[in-house]
């Protein structure tokens, strides 16, 4: 992205915003601290530009700098936080999640979508399940993950077909769907039966099943989900044992919602 990339600046965007946020954005796991020029270099902003943004997200205590590098500050974190806070789940998922975690003794999460990935918003983890550590905030694409087509069979035909249609559909596992058709077939059967069941599709041995959370329009708001490893529960113990109480516990938890 350069900076002649950016859409044109118009009454409705806010270009120095957009930029400053691809700024922030440029940090993560892979890159937790970098140099002006390697800020530069991954937002496509020119050095001057990116120095400016840096030091105004400086002053503001976002950023730090040492020995020449800059490094996001905890106080990064008010700008996820106010998303949670104001975010109704948030407040009230955590003792539905509890009781499926101690029942299940298994992980329990809630995403919900954004663009062509689901984000988790709360996790309750009783085992490490996957090479990469969930949290709140992980990403993982929406095709291939249980909560992402409960969610995803929500949508307009037209608007989950855009989504795949622009998603990066390749095989993680040799049980990977990677037809477009059959993705599409697998999100039908979970709006369908009420819940999606993915089995080793994303990792290795990873296996989980996921239920939708309505708002009071019966509008697919989030998904819950138990994940765990197909080593201590098969398929059909996760769908006789797994799936009534984590059902009951997303139907209690839209019902408080709804109510709100």
């Known amino acids: 992205m350069t900076e002649g990339n950016h859409p044109a600046p118009s009454d409705s965007y806010v270009q120095s915003f957009a930029r400053g946020l691809s700024v922030i954005q440029a940090f993560g796991a892979e890159r937790p601290q970098m140099t002006l ?3 530069a270099a ?3 902003l020119t050095r001057a530009g990116a120095r400016r943004i840096l030091l105004t997200l400086e002053q503001l205590g976002y950023v730090r700098s040492e020995e020449r590098k800059f490094f996001l500050t905890p106080k990064i974190l008010d700008l996820g936080y106010a998303y949670l806070s104001a975010t109704p789940l948030w407040d009230l998922a955590t003792p539905f999640m509890e009781e499926v975690a101690n029942a299940t003794h298994e992980s329990c999460s809630i995403s919900v979508l954004d663009g062509l990935e ?5 996790r309750i983890a009783t085992h490490k399940i996957m090479t990469v550590n969930l949290s709140v905030g992980s990403r993982l694409p929406a095709w291939v993950t249980s909560m992402g087509r409960v969610m995803l069979g929500g949508l307009a035909p037209a608007a989950r077909d855009d989504i795949l249609a622009r998603s990066t559909i390749v095989a993680h596992t040799p049980h990977t769907l990677t037809d477009p058709a059959e993705i599409r ?9 009420g819940y999606a069941f993915v089995a080793e599709e994303l990792e290795a ?4 099943i996921a239920v939708p959370i309505f708002d009071r329009n019966r509008r697919i708001i989030a998904a ?5 490893h197909a080593s201590r529960n098969s398929r059909e113990q996760m769908l006789k044992e797994f799936l009534p109480c984590l059902k009951q516990a997303a139907e209690r938890l839209s019902a408080t919602l709804q109510r709100r």
């Open 37 to 39: 020029s390697e800020v």
């Open 42 to 44: 991954h937002t496509g």
């Open 118 to 122: 689901i984000v988790y918003i709360l």
């Open 185 to 193: 077939k697998a999100i039908t059967t979970a709006q369908a039966q």
């Open 205 to 208: 041995g990873l296996q989980s």
């Open 224 to 228: 819950m989900n138990v994940s765990g």
